[in-house]
């Protein structure tokens, strides 16, 4: 009983362990990334990657700094390396404005640098086999780009600086202020700029995270009772084997120690 007893008790304390763990590496993950940034999908009227150019530098050079980052969406379309001709597919951004703002491994690029791009891992390895591919060349259609950094992104991107000024941009990030709110900053700049945009909130993330560690329970409850049913069932099964086994071979040991047994007697007897 008390060996039950402590199996159990163990087993508890190390679901409970594991959910509490489990919740705080959750908590981390969704805060991860979070910062004073916010992120605006436009609609209605948007600007060219021109007017997006002259906004960046009028804010930059106004009495209060704002740090934005337009970004215009290119799709997916195919990128050669130069030399060995291998292809592959990305999805081609361009970024008008502090590239930091969209990924801080994008701050290589420089604000005028039409010519270079940074690209993900996985590009990397698959247009040069070699993530340490800094300074060789790739093509877009008719474009040639040049790899000024190579990123740890989980999709395939090649980031640049568009160099034609009629691109459309969809998306623009601005830097909020200390103590004002991502709300605040997005609106009081897209409203100053004659442009619609919907902010883009992750606060849902904090909303289910308290569900995540009652979800980690009850699996992990479940697959450990899983487990035990299996154990039990396998112990009854290998115990009814081996008394099914002990059961066949009884009859026969006995008659074989009763024949031993009576061929002792008669000699016994004969002497």
């Not at 247009?127 to 790739?138: I, K, T």
């Amino acid at each position: 009983m008390k060996n039950y007893i402590s199996k159990y008790v163990k087993v508890t304390v190390t679901v409970l362990l594991s959910a509490a763990f489990f919740y705080f590496g959750m908590k981390d993950y969704v805060n991860v990334g979070k910062n004073n940034i916010a992120v605006a999908e436009l609609y209605g009227t948007y600007p060219a990657v021109s007017q997006a150019e002259e906004l960046f530098e009028e804010y930059q050079n106004g009495d209060e700094i704002t740090d934005i980052c337009f970004v215009w969406n290119g799709g997916v379309q195919e990128i050669k390396n130069l030399r060995y001709s291998r292809p592959t597919n990305a999805n081609v951004t361009g970024v008008v404005g502090l590239a930091a703002l969209y990924d801080r491994q994008a701050a290589v690029l420089d604000g005028n640098d039409e010519k270079g791009c940074v690209i993900d891992r996985t590009t990397a390895l698959e247009l040069f086999g070699s993530e340490d591919c800094v300074g060789n060349q790739v093509a877009v259609g008719e474009n040639i780009y040049e790899v000024r950094g190579v990123a740890s992104w989980n999709q395939q991107i090649l980031l640049i600086r568009p160099s034609q000024k009629n691109r459309i941009c969809t998306q623009v990030l601005i830097r909020s202020k200390k103590g004002q709110s991502l709300e605040s900053a997005a609106s009081s700049f897209l409203m100053g700029n004659g442009l619609s945009g919907t902010l883009v909130d992750d606060s849902w993330l904090d909303m289910i995270l308290p569900w995540f560690p009652v979800a980690f329970l009850v699996m992990l409850t479940i697959t450990v009772s899983k487990w035990e049913h299996m154990f039990i069932i396998s112990a009854l099964k290998l115990e009814y084997r081996l008394s099914g086994f002990i059961l066949r071979i009884l009859p026969w040991g006995i008659c074989f120690f009763l024949s031993i047994f009576q061929k002792a007697w008669h000699r016994w007897k004969g002497w």
